[in-house]
């Protein structure tokens, strides 16, 4: 596996004007990833942004499509058939509004659910691929949705999406042994709220809290 070079993808779109969105998530993991361990410098190909660098022991391209979102099979396909990979050496990040906004799950192939960005990379590389999903939360109505995901993160959303772009990048070494369950326990274990409670007061000989 070692031998093999992983392809992590994040999705989204490109331009400053949709930088913060939310259906722009998958860049912002991937460009915290870059930084994290620092990879070598974005360059333009496979109708993307590319940079190579190591995650674990593993040779590592960080790929951001610049096809826009629906045509995202276009730039993953063109690395993964340039690289020979198949698709176990791909992992995919992306936003998903069936989780609540703040939650992460992880899982190896599977349906689309409706994202565009995924139905066209399975149609150019079938479904068999790892997919990191983290969830923006659904406005409720299908009507929104667009608008909901090409929306900027909100100010209260800063409070949980900053943590989890670090504790992504931080557990993605998992990635380079394709172990998705190790991920995510990982990213659990990083955003694990801290219990705060005090501690009980020592108790004296009789049983009793001790006083001073």
């Known amino acids: 596996m ?32 870059h930084a994290e361990y620092g990879f070598g410098p974005w360059r333009s190909k496979f109708q993307g942004q590319i940079a190579e660098g190591k995650l ?48 992460l799950k992880a899982k190896t192939g599977g349906g689309d659910a409706g994202h565009n960005g995924l139905r066209s990379i399975t149609a150019t590389l079938g479904p068999d691929y790892h997919r990191v999903r983290i969830g923006v939360g659904h406005p409720g109505g299908q009507r929104e949705v667009v608008g909901h995901v090409l929306a900027n993160f909100s100010k209260a959303d800063e409070d949980w999406l900053v943590p989890m772009l670090g504790a992504v990048a931080e557990a993605a070494p998992h990635f380079a042994t394709q172990d998705m369950i190790g ?28 006083t001073a």
């Open 183 to 210: 991920f995510m326990n990982r990213v659990g274990v990083i955003l694990k709220p801290q219990d705060h409670k005090p501690k009980p007061a020592p108790k004296g000989p009789g049983g009793k809290p001790e």
């Open 56 to 103: 674990g022991r593993r040779k590592t391209y960080l790929l951001k499509p610049m096809t826009y979102m629906n045509e995202s099979g276009a730039s993953v396909g063109a690395a993964a058939r340039f690289l020979k990979l198949a698709p176990s050496a791909l992992v995919v990040i992306h936003d998903e509004i069936d989780l609540a906004a703040g939650k």
């Open 2 to 33: 070692a031998d093999t070079p992983l392809l992590v993808a994040g999705l989204g779109n490109p331009g400053t004007q949709y930088a913060r969105n939310r259906h722009n998530v998958g860049f912002m993991a991937v460009d915290t990833i």
